[in-house]
């Protein structure tokens, strides 16, 4: 990313404060690294390629977390905070308390993963702030009868109030993309519903499968192969039933055996 003024604005939307635990996923050249950093004091980046994470280990303010973002085990990141503690000074350590800000350029391809890995640790997560494809930040926020509500809708708003920020043109970028880019803001959300995740996305995955026919088709066997045995109007399609459906049918479901 090369325009200074997307870069300011993405920034000011993460509103960083001295001594908070930020972890900035790919860090590339630094765009937005270098001004988190002089506000913050300390930051913690998880880098993939090598010969990055070894310029960026050079850095005294920065701890570098060199390999895959899917194996980085978030909860025990915040546990282990502060990560380099010569670095900060008494305002900065005043944060022990705090939980930890995700912050980053998400990879196009394994930007979904990335999304459901954090759904692991989110108890140990402030809110995340992610630059992505416009296209998966519109499924993000979409609310229920949009075209673009799906299950990444229904399985990141059931835990997240998710808010679109800002639209990022290819033209911010060098060499540009061949698509568009937005940033979204996460919050986990204070009294999320308690739902089973694994039978929660499995029922959500099973009422997307088919998602151009009626949930006769697609969700009704997996319920009643659960041995569900309730009432609900599935002359609907997927996209027409809201986060709070899935939510309560998902509780109906019996006790494994």
């Given amino acids: 990313m090369v325009d200074p ?17 930020v972890v ?18 300390e930051l913690c980046v998880i880098e993939l390629d090598r010969d990055l994470a070894q310029r960026l280990s050079l850095k005294p303010h920065l701890h570098v977390i060199q390999g895959d973002v899917l194996r980085v085990d978030f909860s025990a990141l915040a546990r282990e905070w502060p990560l380099k503690p010569e ?5 900065s350590q005043a944060s ?14 394994i930007s979904t993963p990335i999304l459901f890995h954090l759904l692991d640790h989110v108890e140990h997560i402030e809110d995340q ?14 609310p229920v009868g949009d ?45 999320p519903p308690v739902v089973e995740l694994a039978r929660f996305s499995a029922l959500v995955q099973a009422a997307f499968s088919q998602r151009r026919k009626l949930l006769r088709h697609a969700l009704l066997p997996w319920l ?9 109007d599935f002359k609907r399609r997927a996209q027409e039933v809201s986060v709070q459906e899935y939510v309560a049918l998902s509780l109906e479901l019996p006790p494994k055996a």
């Fill in 5 to 21: 003024v997307v870069i300011a604005d993405i920034v000011a939307a993460i509103a960083p404060q001295r001594g908070q635990r």
């Fill in 24 to 41: 900035e996923i790919g860090p590339g050249l630094s765009a937005i690294t270098q001004p988190l950093t002089a506000v913050l004091g």
């Fill in 87 to 91: 670095a900060l000074d008494s305002a």
């Fill in 96 to 109: 022990a308390a705090q939980r930890l800000r995700v912050v980053g350029n998400l990879p196009y391809n």
């Fill in 129 to 142: 702030h992610f630059m992505l494809q416009q296209e998966v930040v519109e499924r993000m926020v979409a």
């Fill in 147 to 191: 075209t673009h509500y799906s299950r990444l809708s229904v399985m990141l708003q059931w835990r997240y109030d998710m808010e679109w920020v800002l639209k990022v043109g290819e033209q911010s970028f060098d060499p540009p993309p061949r698509v568009q880019s937005a940033v979204v803001r996460m919050k986990p959300l204070a009294q």
């Fill in 224 to 232: 009643l192969a659960q041995g569900w045995a309730g009432d609900f």
